[in-house]
Antibody, heavy 118, light 111 residues
Framework: QLQLQESGPGLVKPSETLSLTCTVSGGSISSTSYYWGWIRQPPGKGLEWIGSIYYTGSTYYNPSLKSRVTISVDTSKNQFSLKLSSVTAADTAIYYC??????????WGQGTRVTVSS | QSALTQPPSASGSPGQSVTISCTGTSSDIGIYDYVSWYQQHPGKAPKLMIYEVNKRPSGVPDRFSGSKSGNTASLTVSGLQAEDEADYYCSSYAGSNNFVVFGGGTKLTVL
């Protein structure tokens, strides 16, 4: 059974860079059928697509976040990562990593809460 | 790309049916049969319930069904059960840049 697990700091200071890693188990991140992505959910609000990456390293970002987002993949560790720069309180959210196909998001990690505060 | 539009709330009594709508545009729902629906219980990650408009993943009860007409997709939950009380989100593939757009979510209450 595929499992995705987010890890990273739960508290980030304003203007700094948020960094999260997703470890994939029960399946290969190098599969040609899937993309690996990040989705966030601010407290009490809806879901927002951040971006995704293919195992080759091709990336696709939400235009509203593109200037601040970097997603990378490490196939040797079966992991992919998110960096979000210049964070503000508006970036406080639960961050989910996920596996998607072109048509849908099939599997979600349990999510990790990130708070932006000094 | 703008978020898809969902009603903030819906409700029904046990055993009844309820339908949740999700309105997009001719750039997402209207052009792609790639609408998905997710169920989210409090404190939990979303769970895929419907994909490609009307397909159910293994293990999802057939009480859940999806449809689409024009720029609007719908999720119908038949034979409501207490455990169906949750937030429901729709999403659609939106083409350019492999983008995914979500709805704002609908809180389903089982009365």
């Amino acid at each position: 059974q595929l499992q995705l697990q987010e890890s990273g700091p739960g508290l980030v200071k304003p203007s700094e860079t948020l960094s999260l890693t997703c470890t994939v188990s029960g399946g290969s991140i190098s599969s040609t059928s899937y993309y690996w992505g990040w989705i966030r959910q601010p407290p009490g609000k809806g879901l927002e697509w951040i971006g995704s990456i293919y195992y080759t390293g091709s990336t696709y970002y939400n235009p509203s976040l593109k200037s601040r987002v970097t997603i990378s993949v490490d196939t040797s560790k079966n992991q992919f990562s998110l960096k979000l720069s210049s964070v503000t309180a508006a970036d406080t959210a639960i961050y989910y990593c996920a596996r998607r196909t072109v048509t849908t998001v099939e599997y979600w990690g349990q999510g990790t809460r990130v708070t932006v505060s000094s | 790309q703008s978020a898809l539009t969902q009603p903030p709330s819906a409700s029904g009594s046990p055993g009844q049916s309820v339908t949740i709508s999700c309105t997009g545009t001719s750039s997402d729902i209207g052009i792609y049969d790639y609408v998905s629906w997710y169920q989210q219980h409090p404190g939990k990650a979303p769970k895929l319930m419907i994909y490609e408009v009307n397909k159910r993943p293994s293990g999802v009860p057939d009480r859940f069904s999806g449809s689409k007409s024009g720029n609007t997709a719908s999720l119908t939950v038949s034979g409501l059960q207490a455990e169906d009380e949750a937030d429901y989100y729709c999403s659609s593939y939106a083409g350019s840049n492999n983008f995914v757009v979500f709805g704002g979510g609908t809180k389903l209450t089982v009365l």
